[in-house]
């Protein structure tokens, strides 16, 4: 069975960084893409960042661009997001899962990120 367990969230003032990780296993890992999502509050979880197997980036949204860094340890099978130059917008719960997963997929228990003075 697919578990996910995110951790490094955290309230941090803007400006700030977090580094996010999230340990995977139910699953052979080093064969997929894995991304990163996020849900601010009141709406719908979204795709930030994903990576291949191979370690290269797939893609980024346009919002986090520059400023978060996705990567990936097969070993370990776990996904990481460095987080740099945090805004209040991205305030979220943050999430990681395979490419293209839906709410039919299991999710793990996320980590809150809060960026706020």
């Known amino acids: 069975q697919v578990q996910l367990v995110e951790s490094g969230g955290g309230l941090v003032q803007p400006g700030g960084s977090l580094r996010l990780s999230c340990a995977a296993s139910?699953?052979?890992?080093?064969?997929?893409?894995m991304s990163w999502y996020r849900q601010p509050p009141g709406k719908e979880r979204e795709s930030i960042a994903t990576?291949?197997?191979?370690?290269?980036?797939?893609n980024y949204v346009d919002s986090v661009k520059g400023r978060f860094t996705i990567s990936r340890d097969n070993a370990k099978a776990t996904v990481y997001l460095q987080m740099n130059s945090l805004k209040p917008d991205d305030t979220a719960l943050y999430y990681c899962n395979k490419r293209f997963a839906t709410r039919r997929d299991n999710w793990g228990q996320g980590t809150q990120v809060t960026v706020s003075s």
């Open positions: 139910g699953f052979t890992f080093s064969m997929h893409d």
């Open positions: 990576i291949a197997p191979t370690g290269g980036v797939i």
